[in-house]
Structures are given as structure tokens and as C-alpha cells.
T-cell receptor, first 112, second 108 residues
């Protein structure tokens, strides 16, 4: 099946620990994105990547890091510098500029 | 940056009723999508509609780019239509902005 796979679905971490969220796509899309959603809010862009080995900060990149070593994969690391990491994280991909974006099922991160 | 406003913020419908959701945006865009977020958080693509009108079953959408708004029509609503509907616009190179959504509840 073609699509975007995020794992894990639920993640619990202690405060002060870094954690990495996985995002894999087999749609042969060039562009990939990470969004954060807080309760009752829309989605906010964390990072995006237009092509392998290149990525750009979105609106709320502080406390997060990414890598894009393979076209299919765009992992997001939530570092201890992120002050309020508990949220729902969504990964998306698209062919490129002004094209339709498709989303994974999300990872719900809870930091205790 | 671009502002995206969705209305109404909340909507309760009796099953079988029709509704119109609106998305206003503050500047020209080169992409607009409508999504349905189900109770499990999954974002489902409804329409990719930077301009014009599209229909898919009981749903249809119209974007009037020159007047900076888009409408999503839901006819003969069903309980499975419940969830949050998001409008997302793209202006410039992959700067996608989401509205805060319309929360729809369809009751039997």
C-alpha cells in the first residue's frame, strides 16, 4: 500500500529526554513536512524538506531537529530544549510546490 | 503572514441536514486544500482546490481565489461526517497555513 507511516502511534517520555519520531513514505514524493497540533488548534509547521539532504525551519522549529538522508524518511527529534513537547505530531508529504499534501496517522507524544 | 479564518467554529447538525463551511484567507494563494480530521486524529484529504468547483459524492467545494474564500458543502450529513474540518492554504514556496478548523457534530 502506498502511503505515509508514522511510528509509534503513542509515545511517553520523561522530561529532559530527547525522543525521535519516525516518518516514512513510499509515494516517491520529494517534499516532506512535520506539523504540531495542540488541542483545539490548527496545525503549525515545524520543519519541511524539499529534497534529500536539505531542510528548512518552519514557524515553530525551536527545540526540534530533523534529518533527510533518504527520500523516503524524515525523522523528527524533539529535544530537551522544547519547552512544551506534549502534542500531536503529524508528518506529511507532497510532490512539491502547490501540490496536494498527504498526511500520516500521527504520533501522540506525552512528556511526564 | 497570511491569515486563515474558518467559520463557524462549531456546528451541530441533525443527520440528513445540509451545511456550508467557510474559509477566508487574507492574501493570494497558490494552493488550497480541505481536510477532515476524524476522531482518531487522521487527516483525510477532501479536496485540492486552488480555484473552481469540485464535487465528490455528498461533498463539494468552491474556491473563489479573486475574493479570497472557499466554501465546503456537506449535503445529507451522516454521523460519520463528524470531526474537524480544516482549510489549509499555501502561499509562496511551501509555506502552508492551516485555519483552526470547524468542529462538526452530526447527531442521529
Amino acid at each position: 500500500d502506498g502511503g505515509i507511516t508514522q511510528s509509534p502511534k503513542y509515545l511517553f517520555r520523561k522530561e529532559g529526554q530527547n525522543v525521535t519520531l519516525s516518518c516514512e513514505q513510499n509515494l516517491n514524493h520529494d517534499a516532506m513536512y512535520w506539523y504540531r497540533q495542540d488541542p483545539g488548534q490548527g496545525l503549525r509547521l515545524i520543519y519541511y524538506s524539499q529534497i534529500v539532504n536539505d531542510f528548512q525551519k518552519g514557524d515553530i522549529a525551536e527545540g526540534y531537529s530533523v534529518s533527510r538522508e533518504k527520500k523516503e524518511s524524515f525523522p523528527l527529534t524533539v529535544t530537551s530544549a522544547q519547552k512544551n513537547p506534549t502534542a500531536f505530531y503529524l508528518c506529511a508529504s507532497s510532490m512539491g510546490v502547490a501540490t496536494e499534501a498527504f498526511f500520516g496517522q500521527g504520533t501522540r507524544l506525552t512528556v511526564v | 503572514g497570511i491569515q486563515v479564518e474558518q467559520s463557524p467554529p462549531d456546528l451541530i447538525l441533525q443527520e440528513g441536514a445540509n451545511s456550508t463551511l467557510r474559509c477566508n484567507f487574507s492574501d493570494s494563494v497558490n494552493n488550497l486544500q480541505w481536510f477532515h480530521q476524524n476522531p482518531w486524529g487522521q487527516l483525510i484529504n477532501l479536496f485540492y482546490i486552488p480555484s473552481g468547483t469540485k464535487q465528490n459524492g455528498r461533498l463539494s467545494a468552491t474556491t473563489v481565489a479573486t475574493e479570497r474564500y472557499s466554501l465546503l458543502y456537506i449535503s445529507s450529513s451522516q454521523t460519520t461526517d463528524s470531526g474537524v474540518y480544516f482549510c489549509a492554504v499555501e502561499r509562496g514556496y511551501q509555506k502552508v497555513t492551516f485555519g483552526i478548523g470547524t468542529k462538526l457534530q452530526v447527531i442521529p
